[in-house]
């Protein structure tokens, strides 16, 4: 059954082929072009360099009038970032708009990693550590960056 939705993801998952943005990687499910992984690599000269972290986007039929539930599936040590993996990023919430597709999205959580915003956390000691020990948060943050090469072998 082909629908306005599926239809837009396969449109978003062509785009994604054909002019990938840096650092980000995503496809749909094979059975279910409503369910996608997708990956996000840490950029470089950032605490995040050399991560590679999981995600899932979840789409409903008013995609892309309604965003996607996506949530890391890879461990995440961020001010952004709830335990469960969800994220708290305006584009994802309040900000939506139909203008965005599955790159934009995964640009955007990429972006997010490196430029958190502590005043809306879902993580609170994280945001506390980004503001009052930056030296300590980059620890952290190394950390699960080489968690996440163990992860990507399990």
């Not at 950032?46 to 599936?73: I, M, Q």
């Not at 990023?89 to 599955?102: E, F, G, H, R, T």
């Not at 943050?141 to 996440?148: L, M, T």
Request: with cysteine; charged share 25%; proline share 9%.
């Amino acid at each position: 059954m082909s629908t306005p939705a599926r239809k837009r993801l396969m449109r978003d998952f062509k785009r994604l082929r054909q002019d990938p943005p840096q650092g980000v990687n995503g496809s749909p499910n094979p059975d279910n072009i409503m369910l996608w992984n997708a990956v996000i690599f840490g950029p470089e000269d950032t605490p995040w360099d050399g991560g590679t972290f999981k995600l899932t986007l979840e789409f409903t039929e008013d995609y892309p009038n309604k965003a996607p539930v996506v949530k890391f599936k890879s461990t995440l040590f961020h001010p952004n970032v709830y335990a469960d993996g969800g994220i708290c990023l305006d584009i994802l919430q309040n900000q939506w708009s139909p203008i965005y597709d599955v790159s934009a999205i995964l640009t955007s959580i990429q972006s997010l990693l490196c430029d958190p915003n502590p005043n809306s956390p879902a993580n609170s000691e994280a945001a506390r550590l980004y503001n009052e020990n930056r030296r300590e948060y980059n620890r952290r943050v190394r950390e699960v960056v080489e968690q996440s090469w163990i992860e990507q072998d399990a």
